[in-house]
C-alpha cells in the first residue's frame, strides 16, 4: 500500500485543519489506518487511527478535539483537527496495516509511509 498525507499548514491556536490520507494503488476498506506525529528529537507517536472495522483509538492529548474517519470511495482517510494547540506541531504521517481490527501504537506494524505534511500551530 502507498499512501499519502496532505492538507497540512500554518494554523492559529484553536483553529482547525482536515488532512487527508490518500491511498494510490489499493482501496483501504480492508487496512487499519493510523496517523502518527513527530517533532525532531522525539520518537514517533501514534495520533489516531480507525480500524478495519472502524473502530477508532485516540491520543489522551488530542481527545475529543480530533476525530478520524474514512471514504472507501475515494480510498482516503481523513483527520479532522479542532482546538489545536501549539503543543500539535508537529509532521503528521498516515500508514496502514491490513486486516486489522484493532489499533495499535506500533509504528513497525504499519507500512505505507508516506512524506508527512507539517502542521504548524502558532498565532
Known amino acids: 500500500v502507498q499512501l499519502q498525507a496532505s492538507g497540512g499548514g500554518l494554523v492559529q491556536p484553536g483553529g482547525h485543519l482536515r488532512l487527508s490520507c490518500a491511498a494510490s494503488d489499493v482501496a483501504l476498506d480492508e487496512y487499519a489506518v493510523a496517523w502518527f506525529r513527530q517533532v525532531p528529537g522525539k520518537r514517533r507517536e501514534l495520533v489516531s487511527c480507525?480500524?478495519?472495522?472502524?473502530?477508532?483509538r485516540y491520543a489522551d492529548t488530542v481527545n475529543f478535539r480530533f476525530t478520524t474517519s474514512r471514504d472507501n470511495a475515494k480510498k482516503t482517510v481523513y483527520l479532522h483537527m479542532s482546538s489545536l494547540k501549539s503543543e500539535d506541531t508537529a509532521v503528521y504521517y498516515c500508514a496502514a496495516r491490513f486486516r486489522a481490527v484493532h489499533c495499535n501504537s506500533y509504528s513497525s506494524e504499519y507500512s505505507g509511509w508516506g512524506q508527512g505534511t507539517l502542521v504548524t500551530v502558532s498565532s
Open positions: 480507525i480500524s478495519s472495522v472502524d473502530s477508532t
